[in-house]
């Protein structure tokens, strides 16, 4: 009997002891939840103004000397000495002599020929003063003024028919005509410079002989130069002559203007490319220099310049529309290097300026980059 109240007690206690507890435990607070808040990304974005933008084409092409040629000489002879040499690097004025050949021989045989001349005129004037008197002045006068050291003047106008037989059975004409073919070729004893240049090769020494046929060296504008560059058939809309081009190297600092002089009006087959030529001036210039030139083309469109690295897919950007990215798909113009020219924003749309990251639906912040001068994001 005992033992049975000592049991009986016993869960007495645990019943009382397990209804304390939940009392205790009812009467305190339950513990607070933590509110989860959602932090918004911030990106970088710049709104989009729209403007006439310039279509530009860029292709790589050779320098080539604008004037350029190479000197042969017409005649036979030794070459004199002079001041400034015939030797590569020495530069020429326009009409300056370059070359002079040794004519003392050919130049005894012109005088010798002009001094026959004027014996032949000298013995037809006793007749003419009869047969023809109205012309004997004029012949006397040319008599009078005859130099053989000099180039002959034009012959007295033959006033008709009669007067050119007679004049013409003299062997007068013959003789005239003989004498100036001998004082073209006297000329071709001393070459002169064709233009303003620079020898770029020389062949020949002063005291040498020089036959006739024989290359001498070659002589080209060292200040004028044409570009030639290749250029797609799909590229070549838009480029006509006098358009303007920026040219650069990768060699040497600088930028030069040039302007379109000429378009070929032939696809290279080899290249399926179109020659255009490409006039340029500067003292730094080089022929035989590789340079880029960004030819500016004859239209434009409306639109922006953006970086490459914007483009998702290939066509698309990302736009920030009421807090949240978006998608957006742009017509792409042309290619730029390392930028492109896009249509089909909207005037005031926010481009955001990364791709990593960033995904379509996010809600995010913005933060404005400043706009620059340019265009171009």
């Not at 206690?13 to 435990?25: D, E, K, M, Q, R």
């Not at 290249?271 to 083309?297: F, P």
């Amino acid at each position: 009997m005992l033992q049975r109240k000592s049991i009986l007690l016993g869960i007495l206690v645990l019943i009382i002891t397990l209804g304390a507890s939940f009392i205790l435990a009812s009467m305190k607070e339950p513990p607070r939840r933590k509110e989860v808040v959602k932090k918004k990304s911030v990106v970088l974005v710049r709104e989009i103004h729209n403007a006439h933008v310039g279509l530009e084409v860029s292709v790589l092409g050779t320098l080539e000397a604008h004037e350029k040629v190479e000197v042969f000489a017409e005649v036979s002879g030794i070459l004199e000495k002079s001041d400034r040499p015939f030797l590569e690097g020495v530069t020429y004025s326009k009409g300056d002599v370059m070359l002079s050949i040794k004519d003392d021989k050919y130049r005894v045989s012109l005088y010798s020929a002009r001094s026959n001349l004027m014996n032949q005129i000298a013995g037809l004037l006793p007749e003419m003063k009869f047969d023809f008197p109205n012309s004997y002045e004029l012949w006397k006068d040319y008599l009078t003024a005859f130099n053989v050291e000099k180039s002959l003047r034009p012959l007295p106008r033959i006033k008709d028919s009669k007067e050119k037989y007679f004049i013409s059975g003299k062997k007068i004409l013959q003789s005239y005509y003989d004498i100036k073919s001998m004082e073209q070729e006297l000329v071709k004893y001393t070459l002169r410079a064709p233009f303003n240049g620079k020898i770029t090769q020389s062949n020949i020494k002063p005291g040498t002989l020089v036959r006739s046929g024989q290359k001498l060296g070659e002589f080209m504008n060292t200040l004028s130069y044409d570009l030639v560059v290749g250029v797609d058939l799909n590229n070549l809309e838009g480029i006509e002559r006098g358009n303007s081009v920026r040219i650069t190297s990768d060699n040497i600092i600088g930028e030069w203007e040039g302007v379109v002089k000429r378009i070929s009006p032939n696809v290279d087959s080899k290249t399926q490319m179109v020659n255009v030529y490409i006039n340029v001036r500067g003292k730094e210039l080089k022929e035989g220099m590789l340079l880029k030139a960004n030819i500016r083309l004859n239209s434009e469109v409306y639109g922006v310049e953006i970086s490459r690295k914007l483009l998702v897919e290939n066509n698309c950007v990302y736009v920030v529309k009421n807090s949240f990215v978006d998608k957006q798909r742009v017509k792409i113009v042309q290619y730029k290097g390392d930028s492109v020219i896009v249509e089909g924003l909207d005037e005031g749309s926010l481009i955001v300026l990364k791709t990593v990251g960033i995904k379509k639906g996010m809600e995010v912040e913005t933060k404005r980059k400043s706009q620059a001068s340019s265009s171009k994001l």
